[in-house]
Antibody
Framework: QVQLQESGPGLVKPSETLSLTCTVS????????WSWIRQPPGKGLEWIGY???????NYNPSLKSRVTISVDTSKNQFSLKLSSVTAADTAVYYC??????????????WGKGTTVTVSS | EIVLTQSPATLSLSPGERATLSCRAS??????LAWYQQKPGQAPRLLIY???NRATGIPARFSGSGSGTDFTLTISSLEPEDFAVYYC???????????FGQGTKLEIK
């Protein structure tokens, strides 16, 4: 059974770059789209973007100028970088995989999430 | 950009009652609509996809309906474990993106 695990620093300073990695276990990263989603404290879910295993990406327009998602198939990992962070980027960050290998949606397998706080 | 609006924001019901949650899209999303359940401290769980298909392991008391711009999640008889926040999500074909509604909190009355 596929499992996802987010990892990365829990505290990032304002104006710096947030970097997270999602490790895929129990299955291959190949043939799927892989998404990042975040949830600020007490608020709703926000889709950040996705990457296809081959490397093509698409991002939420509201974050596009600051987001980069990359994939490392040799390590079965994909990563998120969010630059110039502010307190508004404080959130629980989730990685997720869709139900069907040929589609980016719906999101069927989720990591447990990792909390990132932006503070000096 | 397609916007999803969920209503009500909060729904207060008792166990055994029927719950009806609504999700309205600002433009047609065909049947590209999913529903998720999220409990405190947990990741969301996929309940319904393609508007009306139950995900694996989801009890039959959960059902989804609708197409185009108006969608409904119905829980036929609430169990204590159903009290949670529910989100709808749409997928657009071009550009290929997805977005969530703001959520409906289902609380015990």
């Amino acid at each position: 059974q596929v499992q996802l695990q987010e990892s990365g620093p829990g505290l990032v300073k304002p104006s710096e770059t947030l970097s997270l990695t999602c490790t895929v276990s129990g299955g291959s990263i190949s043939s799927y789209y892989w998404s990042w989603i975040r949830q600020p404290p007490g608020k709703g879910l926000e889709w950040i973007g996705y990457i296809y295993y081959s490397g093509s990406t698409n991002y939420n327009p509201s974050l596009k100028s600051r987001v980069t998602i990359s994939v490392d198939t040799s390590k079965n990992q994909f990563s998120l970088k969010l630059s110039s962070v502010t307190a508004a980027d404080t959130a629980v960050y989730y990685c997720a995989r869709p139900l069907r290998f040929f589609d980016l949606w719906p999101l069927d397998v989720w990591g447990k999430g990792t909390t990132v706080t932006v503070s000096s | 950009e397609i916007v999803l609006t969920q209503s009500p924001a909060t729904l207060s019901l008792s166990p055994g009652e029927r719950a009806t949650l609504s999700c309205r899209a600002s433009q047609s999303v065909s049947s590209y609509l999913a529903w998720y359940q999220q409990k405190p401290g947990q990741a969301p769980r996929l309940l319904i996809y393609d508007a009306s298909n139950r995900a694996t392991g989801i009890p039959a008391r959960f059902s989804g309906s609708g197409s185009g711009t108006d969608f409904t999640l119905t829980i036929s008889s609430l169990e204590p474990e159903d009290f949670a926040v529910y989100y709808c999500q749409q997928r657009s074909n071009w550009p290929p993106r997805m977005a969530f509604g703001q959520g409906t909190k289902l609380e015990i009355k």
